[in-house]
């Protein structure tokens, strides 16, 4: 029963404070895009440190904290995992996905090419750690695709808030970047995102967000 418990601290805003710092902070975020168009302009990686850092505050499972962030910079790894991603995608593009998946992603203009997986300066691959493997044997983490699923919001939400741009690339099967990327066994791929910043004619395709009434009930 020896568990230290520490004072929290958070600053108290007034609630005119708080409104204008949720429209400010829903004005930026309703900014962001997933970009498939970036430019080749390199920068320090140490803009995407932070980024990780905020990504790891994330809550999880019994504080498991069941992430690993890779960074891929390598011009020569970039190119491996778009070739073996486009070799799924063109599969799945040609042969495993429905018509009607095919109709859903039409106004998006994806296609089974991944250019940007070797424009983009970088690549951020997601990891999931299922279990921890100790001497004593197996230990299984708890919410791990909540949990995940959760620094990876907040990951794409403080590399927006600098001014990069991403995209949550989904290749599936996506196996092959465990072991082009030389991951242990336990650490399973769960998104993969280019970042960088936009090409200067990048376009995005002219989709609308649902509206409040949409996506809030309140009871
Ligand atoms: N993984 C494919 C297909 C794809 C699926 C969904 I759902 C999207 O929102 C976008 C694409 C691809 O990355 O092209």
């Known amino acids: 029963m020896d568990h230290k418990f520490i004072k929290y601290e958070q600053k108290r805003l007034t609630e005119v404070e708080s409104l204008n710092k949720g429209k400010e902070f829903y004005e930026l975020m309703n900014k962001r895009r997933s970009i498939r168009f970036f430019s080749e302009e390199k920068f320090d990686i140490k803009l995407l440190e932070y980024a990780v850092k905020t990504a790891g505050t994330s809550p999880s499972g019994a504080n498991k904290q069941p992430w690993r962030f890779v960074v891929v910079e390598s011009p020569e790894i970039k190119k ?84 990069l741009s991403t995209l949550t690339h989904t290749p599936s099967p996506m196996n092959f970047l465990q072991k082009i990327l030389n991951r242990p066994a336990n650490e399973k791929p769960y998104l993969l995102i280019p970042v960088g910043y936009h090409a200067v004619d990048a376009v995005v395709p002219d989709i609308k967000r649902k509206k409040s009434e949409e996506i809030l009930t309140v009871v």
């Open 80 to 163: 491996e995992i778009r070739i073996a991603a486009e070799k799924e995608e063109k599969e799945s593009y040609e042969k495993r996905m429905p018509q009607s998946w095919l109709n859903d992603l039409a106004p998006l203009g994806t296609d089974w090419h991944k250019e940007f997986l070797e424009t983009a300066p970088y690549l951020i691959v997601v990891f999931k750690i299922d279990f921890l493997q100790t001497d004593a044997g197996l230990k299984k983490h708890y919410y791990v695709n909540e949990s995940v699923g959760i620094a990876t919001g907040i990951l794409l939400t403080a590399l927006h808030n600098i001014g």
